[in-house]
Structures are given as C-alpha cells and as structure tokens.
C-alpha cells in the first residue's frame, strides 16, 4: 500500500495489562488499515440535447471500504456546454447524484465529449457522456388560432399561419426573434404594425399578432346630453341593521345611494346609452375598522333580473342574507424605493360589474376582512402609484385568507434616444433601465402621413427597431415611445406562453398575483 495520504500513529495506553496500541488513519475515510476505493457511472452515457436546453444523467458512486465524500465536476464542454450536479460533494451514504447538462443558447450543432470526475481524497474515476446538440423545430400558434397572419423569424423566410393559427420552422438556433406582422387599429384607418418577441427559446410559442377593430365613435352623456338613469327606491329586509354601511352595484350601469335608518334606501342607477336597461341589483352591508377596512359582513342581498325605464322610478326591494363564510387579508404591499406608497382598493366583483369594498389615500399596510360569497363573485386588492410620469400598479385576487408580501416593481425609466431626438433610425439603440424579473414591451408607434407600429417584447434593456421586409421605418417622421412591463415572469418565454402577457385589471378576480408597470413617453423623428 503507498504510503501517501497514511500518518501513522502510536498510542500508549495505560492500563493494568501495559498494552502499547498502535494503527494508521486513511486521509480518504478508511481506517484500521482497510481499502478505501469507489466506482463512478452515468446513465445514460450520451445525450442529444437542443440547444437553449437542458437534460440530466444520474451519476452514481459506489463506494468500497470507508470512501467518504466525492467531489464532482465536468471538462470538455468549453463555453457552450455547463453541467451542475445535485448534490454535490455527494456525500457518504449517498450513492448517486444527478447532473444537469445545459447547451447554451447560441452554440452551434456539434457532438461533444463531457468528461465526469470525481474525487475523494487522492482517489479520482471518471466517465463520459457524448452530447449532441440539436437546432430546434419551432412549432407556434398565433394567438386566438388566426388563420393567414405573417410570421417570421429574423433571418429566415416568413411564412402564412395555417389552419388553426399554426406555423413552423425547421433548423432554428434559439435563442431567435420572432415577429407577427398585420394591420392594428382602426378598420377604418389600419396601421401596418410588428410584434417581436426578442430571444425565445421555446419550440412551442404562442404568439400574439396585429390585429384590427371595428371602432364606433362613442358619444359620451354628459357632455353633450343628459345619462339616461332612473330613481330606484325599495326596502331593506333580512340580515343586517339599518345604520351600518351598504356597498351597491348596478350589473349594467353606476348606482348611487344610501340607506337610511327607517330601512329604505334610495339611489339612482345611471347607465350609457338606451332608453331602457337590464341588470341585476346587489347589496352588501359590512362594518368597517378604522382605517376603513371591512371588518365584518352582515348581509348580502341580490335582486332578480330588472327592467329599468329612462326616467321613470321603479322599486326593488332587497331581502338580505347572513355572509357565513369571509377570509382575511394582512400583510404589506409596499411602492418601489423613492416612490409616494400605494393607494389600495379592495374590489368586490358583482355579476359582471365591480364595487370597492375599501378604498384608501396612501398606505402600506393591508388588513382586512372580505367575503367568500360565489353568488357575487370575486374579490380582488389592487395597488398603484406613480413617480415623474411612471406608473406601477399591483393585484392580488383572493380566494381564501392570505397574507400578502408584495414589493412594488419601479416603471422603467427611459435613457436613450433622448425626448424630440432627430435622426433616428433601425441601427438607433432604444435603452432605459426596469425592474427585475420583469418583461419589458416597447411600443414604438407614428400616425399619417405614413402609418407604421412596433411592439416589442424582451427582457432586456435595449433594443432597436426590428427590420423587417413588411415593414420599413418610415422616414422624416415624428413617434412617440413608451415602455410597459409585465411582472414577475421567470423569462422571455413567458410572452409566448399559453397564457398572454396580463394587465393589472380591478376586473382581476382569478389567478396569481402580477405586476405592470408603464414608463413616461418620448417623442423622436425618423431620419430623412
């Protein structure tokens, strides 16, 4: 046996026998002069991997004698190849470690040879693992299943959505940029626009694409005539008393009104346009704490179907019912650093329309009592404030108590090109700074003479104006730029995912909670 990595040691002890014991220690865990060894294996020993991908093999240590722990790393995959393992050192008593084996996005096709080593002491075994690193295919959708939408990939041919809203490309090298090209706006003034979605890596997006609407110019009453609206009167029976606060909502219009302590309430319900409207009436009474929070909830009350008449009263009386079943809301939901803290309503969901339950000035703390009743709908807490032009804003929909911990994402913050900059062109590098974890969409829009959109969707912090065969920046033209975005999401490929890019809506009642964030505006001409 070497004698390196053994001490040897010699021990007296004393006893009535006046034995002298001596032995060896073994640097790699074995002692009494035993062997210490250990085998390394993988499986499987070869990988095809896409790149942008990852995929993991199991490394397994079998250990002979008093082997301890085994250090693992990874060579021979340069800068295009990384390999983690979990755990690592594997410890004594652990035989098997998984390691996951990432291309990186970018690298070229290749065969590659990963050499696997472990060490425990002076003892070190490998095995090795060939990878093969693939192009993709990318198979997408467009967004709603659209058929005959121009899809493209920057470097490659554009191709038409087919049946369904499907499209494909062969022998693609993620990360890629993929854009949707049509008409947005108006039917009746059409603006060409592109949509980028800068660096995905998916094989399977699903994208959103230009699309336009069929816009009715909207009158509003009021301003050139009175809103049709009609008195409604009726009782208050049931749960509750007739002193603590009720919250109204009309389903198809606004209400106004109070109760008073003989039990009748008064209102009026105002709506947009028609002589006549159909809705329903809901009404809840709560108590409220002294930030105006809801405390407790004593009764609920929904009418049936009504028909209202533009400027004839009608009666609906209410028959409330106890609210058993509420949850609570606590915690704090704070603005990002330097801003005024949030202004916070809690909104109650009323058919199809909404009511706040609680509404406050400034405040970070939330503590509250809301109702679980599915007769009304949902509840959901929403958050905004604002700081030199840029807007945040937070929702949390709620289904049972919850303790909310939100911190506020800072709205980006616009850097270059600097407001009423001229001269710009696609080569012009559009950069600001936001928020973290956070996917930033940058609108780029100009009007007549020579109509033209861009939106982009990236996580970084730079990007210029995509070119594109279907649309070229049109010269000598005046735009304006805003960035928006969209929070928590992990990466860019959340933009193309099942589930569309979410604004912060008070309409919110389902769902994780999210974040937007909106950007001041600048302006900028094109270069002539």
Known sequence: MPSIGWISTCAFVLSTMGLLACGSVNNSGASDGGPSDFTLTVNP???TIPIARSKTVEVTIGRTGAAGDVMLNASGGGTSITTTFAPNPVPAGTTTSQATITVAGGAAAATTTLTLTGMAGSIQHSATVSVT????????????NRFGVKVGIIGKQSVTSGAGGVFMFTDVTPPYDLYTFGDSGSTSSPTPAVFLFNGLT?????????????????????????????????????SGTNTDPVVFAWTNGAFSGTLDPSGTYRGQITWSSGST?????????????????????????????????????????LGFASVNSTATLTGTVSGPSGYPSPSISLMQQFGGTQ???????????????????AAAGG??????????????TFVQPLAATV??????????????PADAMPGVTASTHFTWTSAASTINEVDISTGAPTRAAYKIFTTSSDATIPVVPELALPANQAFSWQVVGYGPNATIDEAAAANELESVSSADYSGLAHAQTFSSSRSFTSAP
């Open 45 to 47: 020993t070869s990988l």
């Open 133 to 144: 690193s693939t192009t993709i295919t990318v198979t997408g959708t467009v967004r709603g």
């Open 355 to 373: 009511a706040p339950l609680w509404t406050t000035t400034t405040t970070t703390t939330v503590d509250a009592t809301f109702p679980l009743i």
């Open 202 to 238: 998916r094989p399977d997006p699903i994208v959103t694409a230009p699309a336009t609407a069929n816009l009715t110019p909207v009158v509003l009453c009021g301003i050139v005539s009175p809103c049709p609206s009609s008195p409604v009167t009726g009782t208050k029976t049931g």
């Open 277 to 317: 409207n159909q809705g329903v009436l809901h009404a809840i009474q709560l108590t409220r704490r002294a930030s105006g929070a809801p405390n407790t909830f004593l009764g609920y009350a929904k009418s049936g179907q009504v028909t209202l008449t533009s400027g004839t009263a009608a009666t609906v009386n």
């Open 403 to 416: 303790a909310v911990d939100f911190a506020m994402p800072a709205a980006v913050v616009l850097a270059l």
């Open 379 to 392: 509840t959901t807490l929403v958050a905004s404030t604002s700081l030199n032009g840029g807007t945040s």
